[in-house]
C-alpha cells in the first residue's frame, strides 16, 4: 500500500529559527513528490519535486528530492510567524492520484 | 477569480439527510478531485474525474456518488449522512499530461458537521 510519512509531527520555533521538514515516501509507480502548505482553508502548492538531487527554491523555502533513499526536505530559513501552518507532502502515484502524509504542523512564534 | 470554488463552504446538518457539495473550476483542466480531511487533518483522494468519467474510486460508501456535468463541474452528492462523515471536503482539479507530473489546485474547502 502507497505510504507517504512526515516528521516530526509538529514543531514549534522562534521567529528568525531554520527549521527542517522530513517526507518519506513508498509509492507505487511514482512520478513526482509534491510539498503543499495549509493554513486555515485549502491546500496551497509550494514545490514539486521529480528528479534527484535538484534543489527547489523559492523565498526562504527550498526543497531536495533523493530518489534513491525515498525521502524528501523542505527548508525554511529565518522563519516568520506567517510560515505557521500545516506543510503537507504527497506522492504522486503516476495514476491520478496523491498520497498525502499526516502533515507536519509548524508553529512560528514571535 | 477562484481557480476551484466550492458550495457551500459550511454545512450543518443531521443524520440521515442528503447533501450536496458542488465544485467548478476555471483553469481549464481536464480532471477533478473529491479528497476529505479528516478531524486529524489526514488528507485523502475519494474520487478523481478524467473529462467527466470517474477514474478512481478510493472504496468510498455507495452513500457518497460524485456527478461530472461537464470537465469544468464535479458535484459530491452524500446521501444518509452519519456522524463519520463530519470532515472538510476539497474539491481539486489538474491537468494530465503535464511534462512533470500531476500539481493538483484545490478549493478551499466545504466543512460539513453532521450532528
Known amino acids: 500500500e502507497d505510504k507517504v510519512v512526515q516528521s516530526p509531527l509538529s514543531l514549534v520555533v522562534h521567529e528568525g529559527d531554520t527549521v527542517t521538514l522530513n517526507c518519506s515516501y513508498e509509492?507505487?509507480?511514482?512520478?513526482?513528490l509534491l510539498w503543499y502548505k495549509q493554513e486555515k482553508k485549502a491546500p496551497t502548492f509550494l514545490f514539486m519535486l521529480t528528479s534527484s538531487g535538484i534543489e527547489k527554491k523559492s523565498g526562504r523555502l527550498s526543497s531536495i528530492l533523493d530518489k534513491k533513499e525515498l525521502f524528501s526536505i523542505l527548508n525554511i530559513t529565518a522563519t516568520q510567524t506567517g510560515d505557521s501552518a500545516i506543510y503537507l507532502c504527497?506522492?504522486?502515484?503516476?495514476?491520478?492520484?496523491?498520497?498525502f502524509g499526516t502533515g507536519t504542523r509548524l508553529l512560528v512564534s514571535p | 477569480d477562484t481557480a476551484v470554488s466550492q458550495t457551500p463552504k459550511y454545512l450543518v446538518t443531521q443524520m440521515g439527510n442528503d447533501k450536496s457539495i458542488k465544485c467548478e473550476q476555471n483553469?481549464?483542466?481536464?480532471?477533478m478531485y473529491w479528497y476529505k480531511q479528516d478531524s486529524k487533518k489526514f488528507l485523502k483522494i475519494m474520487f478523481s474525474y478524467n473529462n467527466k468519467e470517474l477514474i478512481i474510486n478510493e472504496t468510498v460508501p455507495n452513500r457518497f456518488s460524485p456527478k461530472s456535468p461537464d470537465k469544468a463541474h464535479l458535484n459530491l452528492h452524500i446521501n444518509s449522512l452519519e456522524l463519520g462523515d463530519s470532515a472538510v471536503y476539497f474539491c481539486a482539479s489538474s491537468q494530465l499530461g503535464q511534462a512533470n507530473g500531476n500539481t493538483i489546485y484545490f478549493g478551499e474547502g466545504s466543512w460539513l458537521t453532521v450532528v
Open positions: 509509492v507505487t509507480n511514482f512520478r513526482s
Open positions: 504527497a506522492g504522486d502515484t503516476g495514476f491520478q492520484k496523491l498520497v
Open positions: 483553469l481549464g483542466h481536464d480532471t
